[in-house]
C-alpha cells in the first residue's frame, strides 16, 4: 500500500516536470543555503577553538601602560613600567602556576641572504610551559642562558621556513638578528592563528636578558613589555586578578584613586567571549539561511494546491473505488514530502559543494557536520510535511459527488 | 437477508440559495440478490442522486438504506469507503478512468485500496482485463483505445474486488448502439453470474436487457415491474 502510494507520488512528479523541478528548486536553495551557512559558521568556531586551545589555559596577561591604553605599545620611548622583580613577586601568590615577564619588538632577521622581518619574543623557559608550546626538533633553552645572556634562539615554523627552506634543518645554524649572530637550539611545533589572527609560528624566541641586552637595548634595563601568568585553576582567577592588581599597585607606589600604570586582562574571558561571539554570528548565519528554507515551504504549499485542484476529479474518482479519507490524505502528503527530500539531497549537495568552493577561494574555514545534514533533513522533511498537511487535507475533505462532477 | 439494497422513505433535498430544493420524495425499493433494474426516467427526475446515494458518495436527508444489510446512515467515512470498494462497482457515463495510469493499473487501483500486495494486483487485474476482453492491452493508456474499451476498462475495475452489486449510471450514454449493444451483453453475463445489478439508461431496448424496469418522475418511483410495460409508455 505504501510503496503503492509512493510509486504514484514519483509518477505524479513526473507528470509535472518542469513544476515539480521548479518547487524543488526552492527546497534545494533553502537546504544548500542552511548547510553551506552552517558550515561556515562551524568553520569559524574550530579555528577560534583552536586558537583558544593554542593559548594555553587560565591565562592572564598584565602589561605595561595604564588600562586605557590598548595593547601592547610600540615603542615610543615610553619607560615600560613593569620589570623581571615584579614577575618574580607574582610567583610567589597564592594560585599562581607560573610566571613568565615577555619583552618582544619586530626584528630584521637574516640567514645565507635571505631576509625575514618577525616578532623576536625575549622570555623565560616559562613561557613555554604556560602556553604548553613544544619543540620539534632541539631543546629549549634553560635558566643558566637567561643568566648568561647566551645568543640562542628558537624558531616558529613560518619564520624557518622562509629562511631555510623546506631542506635545511635549522638546529645548530647561525642567524642574524639584528645583525647579532644567534644559534638556533630548537624549532617550535607549529600552533597556527591566534585569536586576534596573527601567525604565531612567525616568530624567534630567546632568553629575556639576550633580548634586553643584545636586540633592544634602548629600554630600561630588567624592564619587560608584559608577563604572562598562569593561574593553578579556573576557580583561582578571580582571586588572583585581585591579588595581582593590589601587589601591582603596592610595588610600584600607586596611592588609592589614581590610574595603575599596568593593566590585568583575563585572557581566558577574553577567549570566551570571542567564542560567544563566533556562536552567535553562527546562529545568525543558519536562522538566516532558514528563512529561505520556509520560503522553500512555502512554494511546496502553493504547488500541491493547485496539484489538488487539477486532480480533484482524480480524487473523486479514487473516493468512489474506495479510498479513505486518509488515504488521500497519505498520497498528497507523501508527493510534498518527496517533492521535500529529493529537493533536500540536492540541496545538501549544493551545501557540501558550495561550503568546499568558499573553502578554497575565499580561505575560510567551513566544516561540514553531520550534524548539520541531519538537521537539514530533518527540517526539510518536516517543512514538507507542514506545508504540504493543508493542501493534502483539503483533497481528502472533499466531497466525493463534488470532486466527481469538477471539470 | 436477501435483499442487497432496501430503501424506505427516502428523501433527498439540495440546499440552494432559494431554500431547500426537494429532489427525491418518498422512495422505497428493494432489490434483491441477482436482481437486474433499469431505472428510466426524464431528465432532473432524480435518478442520478439516488444512484449516488445507493453508492454511499452522498447521503439522503431522510429515510432508511440498507446496503447487503449494513445500516448506511450509521457508518462512518471509512467504512463507507470500504462498502464502495468491496461491496460496490461502480460505472459512470464519462468511464472516469485515471489517464496518466496504464489500464492495468487503472483496473488494479481499488485493490491497493484494500491493501492487496502488487503481484496479486496485477495478476488479478489482468484476469478481469482478460474476461471483459481486453487481455491485449494491459500497458495501454486510456486515451489510446476507443470508449466502448474504456468502458469495458471501467467494468473490469468495477469488478476486480468481486462485488455483490454494480451500479452504472447511464453506462452506454456516451456509446452508439452497437457497443452499448456489446456492453449491455457484458452486463447480462455478470447478472448470470449471480452479481446484482442497478442501471439508469434512458433507451429501452438498453432497459430491456434488464429484468426490472423502474420509472421515476419527479423524484418519485411511478412505475415497477418485472413485465416490460414501462418501455411501452410514451418516454
Ligand atoms: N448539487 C446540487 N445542488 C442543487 N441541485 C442539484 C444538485 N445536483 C442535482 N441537483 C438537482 O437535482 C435534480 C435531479 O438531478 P439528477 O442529476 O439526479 O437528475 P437525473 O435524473 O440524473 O437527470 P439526467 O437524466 O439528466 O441525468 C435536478 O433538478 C438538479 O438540478
Ligand atoms: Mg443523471
New binding site residues.
Partial sequence: MFTAMLGEAWHAMGANRMRTFLTMLGMMIGVGAVVMMMAIGEGAQQSIKKSISSMGSNLFIVLSGPPNTAGARSATGNALSLNVKDADAIAELDGIAAVAPVTMGSAQVIYAGNNWNTAVIGTMPSYMEIRDWVIDNGYVFSNSDIRSATRVALIGKTTADNLFGDDTDPVGKTIRIKQSPFIIVGVLNPKGQSLDGRDQDDTIIVPLTTAQRKLFGNQLPGTVRMILVQAESDKAMPQAEEDINSLLRQRHNIREGSDSDFSVRNLTAIANTAAETTRTMALLLGAIASISLLVGGIGIMNIMLVSVTERTREIGIRMAIGARERDILLQFLLEAFVISIVGCVIGILIGVGGAMLVKNFAGTDTVVTTESITLAFAVAASVGIFFGFYPARKAARLNP??AL?YQ | MSNVIEVRHLY?N???AAGA?P??KDVNLIVERGDYVAIM????????????ILGCLDRPTAGEYLLDGHQVSLLGGNALAQLRNKTIGFVF?GFNLLARSTLLDNVALPLVYSGVDKRTRHEKAEQVLTKVGLGGYLNSRPNQISGGQQQRVAIARALINDPRLILA??PTGNLDSKTSEEIMQLFDGLNSEGISIVL?T?EHDIAEHAKRQVR?LD?KIVHDSYAQPAVMEVN
Fill in positions: 459527488i463534488e462532477r | 433527498k439540495y440546499q440552494t430544493f429532489v427525491l426516467g426524464p431528465s432532473g427526475s432524480g435518478k442520478s442522486t439516488f444512484m449516488n457515463q449510471d447511464e439508469v434512458h421515476f423524484g
